[in-house]
């Protein structure tokens, strides 16, 4: 059995006990090397198979290699591993494969919602997941889909919204957003939630400073309701109140 | 200090630790009845407040008045509280009524990611969450959203997606989606999801069976590059493998 993981955000608190108790009982974990030590507690006796970034392929590669002899193996993810994590390229590679496996997807609690928490309740009306890196979809793409969003007033959350590969990507996207929201809209940011660095940010489009944001941040951008209350941010569900 | 908790789908070993630990350990809990019965077996000597479907507003307002007293009190939500559950309401009350109380919303796992582990790895590219309830949101906001959503080739996350009193609001929102993506565009259900009763299926939206939708369904709409697979559904996350 091949077990694909998210482990969420990275304190162990966030993560679910069916995602603990397979950690604990499956002998061999893989895994990106920064996520490894999430859980290195927890992997004693095992035998841990890790690479860096950029390895995603040949990480899930060899996963899938093992639970072919036979093994159970765990790959992990951060967040939820069916959201821009290992879940997909695992289905990918084993249809194309035509691998002879099972695999079990087990959820996770993803940057998004990690991040709503404490930053207020963002996500409470309709809302959606774009990711900025175009790396692997192209800008136009995500250009149309940001575009998209902003126009019908979802709440945004933009994965990957900035590295020093892509610096100018969150602001291309502000821009376009800017063409339907207001500058004042309200804009939540969390970088390194639920770990022992977060810093957490609730603030306005036309006040954002792009430089606070990094590898490891999350924004969220509000709908028109969204409003900023004792540095949280609050959007309506609809309640007559 | 007001806790407010995602219990997950409703399996317990989708709760988090950091849930299960505070349920634990307060003394006063509130809550959907429905949903009390999920953690029954965590609230043997604890003041148990419980009521009815659409008594959001009271139960809210019940938990703030006894954490207002100086009380430790938990109030549930299935899924995750952030999504379409009692965070928003929670910090609206407070923030409307000016309440000196402490609230920590504690993230769950949401539908969408509890179905999605279990239909392959449909949200592996952008996606949206859409609830079609018209209850608390125009209809005509709802259908600007599902257009936006399937014009943009966003996955669409359908909540809500079909009940007796609203039977026909998938159908619409399904006519709006053809518009945009082909019928044979890959679609999947997750119904009662990490439950006893949980039935999957995975079809297209010109075969999917309306009938076999209920209040406790989510609806997975791909995008144009999601594939069925052995029963699964898969959206390619961009790699060239």
């Given at each position: 059995m091949l077990y694909v993981i998210g482990l969420g955000p990275?304190?162990?608190?966030?993560?679910?006990a069916e995602a603990r108790q397979i950690i604990q009982q499956t002998p061999i974990i893989v895994g990106y090397a920064t996520y490894i030590k999430l859980v290195s507690n927890l992997l004693k006796g095992k035998t841990v198979i890790q690479n860096g970034m950029h390895g995603e392929v040949e990480r899930c590669q060899k996963a899938l290699d093992l639970a072919s002899e036979g093994q159970d193996v765990v790959i992990i993810s951060s967040g939820d591993a069916g959201i821009y994590g290992m879940a997909g390229l695992i289905w990918e590679l084993k249809s194309k494969q035509q691998l002879d496996i099972s695999v079990k997807v087990i959820p996770g609690i993803t940057a998004s919602i990690a991040a709503a928490a404490h930053l207020g309740?963002?996500?409470?009306n309709d809302f959606c997941h774009i990711s900025l890196s175009d790396l692997m979809t192209p800008w136009e793409v995500v250009a149309q889909r940001v575009e998209a969003a902003a126009q019908a007033d979802f709440v945004i959350c933009l994965y990957n919204p900035r590295s020093n590969h892509r610096p100018h990507k969150l602001r291309q996207a502000l821009d376009i957003i800017l063409k339907y929201k207001a500058p004042t809209t309200v804009v939540g940011v969390g970088t390194d939630?639920?770990?022992?660095?977060e810093v957490d940010q609730v603030t306005t489009i036309a006040d954002?400073?792009?430089?606070?944001?990094?590898?490891?941040s999350i924004v969220i951008i509000g709908n028109k309701n969204t409003y900023a209350y004792q540095g949280k941010m609050i959007t309506p569900r609809g309640y007559q109140l």
């Open positions: 990275g304190d162990q608190n966030l993560l679910t309740a963002p996500l409470m939630v639920a770990r022992l660095n954002l400073d792009e430089t606070t944001i990094g590898m490891t």
